[in-house]
């Protein structure tokens, strides 16, 4: 019966001609035209993503400082072309404005916060810079990993604390030039998913 049914249905498409057989089949078969059109638009998308989609080589996230748009460029692009690598296939994935001050807006401090731990769950962050007040935060919830332990020979950094969880880095070039009023501080977390590449920021940003 249902073969039947296909070869009228079939047979009166065929019979139709121009605008009356578009009518026709979208009367009868809107359905599944939207449902294939969906299927098509969501593989499409898919692939897209898949295709655009770059690598994160480094997590990086300002603290209580922020970063204009050539410092941004610095941290990010510049220290890709640095590293040899491809700004089309890969970047710095940058968290940028985050506050963790009592003189913040409460609501924007507790989003900060969320942030920051959801990116710490998710293994995505790998070099803080920071103020004083979010060092000493950070130092607090343990959440820095020991400089030394991550490259020795950042021990002959000037500018590294005596715990080596953290470092002065206010006379980096990159962050001299973007005039910078208060002490600028470097942290990697100790849960780094990149810490080779945290070590060779560092050195970057030292340069």
Do not use: C
Not at 82 to 87: I, V
Not at 110 to 115: I, L, N, T
Not at 131 to 141: G, H, K, N, P, Y
Not at 186 to 191: K, N
């Amino acid at each position: 019966m249902q073969n039947i049914k296909w070869k009228e249905d079939w047979q009166t498409i065929r019979s139709l001609h121009g605008r009356k057989r578009l009518d026709h089949i979208w009367t009868y078969y809107k359905i599944p035209i939207i449902l294939v059109l969906i299927v098509v638009y969501m593989a499409a998308y898919i692939g897209y993503r898949q295709a655009t989609r770059k690598e994160d080589v480094l997590y990086l996230a300002l603290v209580n400082v922020s970063a204009g748009q050539d410092l941004t460029e610095d941290l990010t692009t510049g220290f890709l072309e640095q590293q040899g690598l491809s700004s089309e296939k890969q970047q710095v994935y940058f968290y940028n404005g985050l506050l963790l001050s009592e003189d913040a807006d409460p609501q924007y401090a507790y989003a900060s916060r969320m942030k920051i731990m959801g990116a710490l769950a998710a293994d995505q962050l790998d070099v803080v810079l920071m103020d004083q007040e979010a060092r000493d935060a950070f130092v607090q919830e343990e959440y820095l990993a020991d400089l030394r332990t991550l490259d020795p020979s950042l021990t002959r950094e000037e500018g590294l604390d005596e715990s080596g969880l953290w470092m002065d880095v206010s006379s980096s070039p990159l962050l001299e030039a973007a005039g910078f009023s208060d002490r600028v501080y470097l942290g990697v977390i100790r849960e780094s998913p990149n810490p080779d590449r945290a070590a060779a920021f560092i050195h970057y940003l030292m340069s």
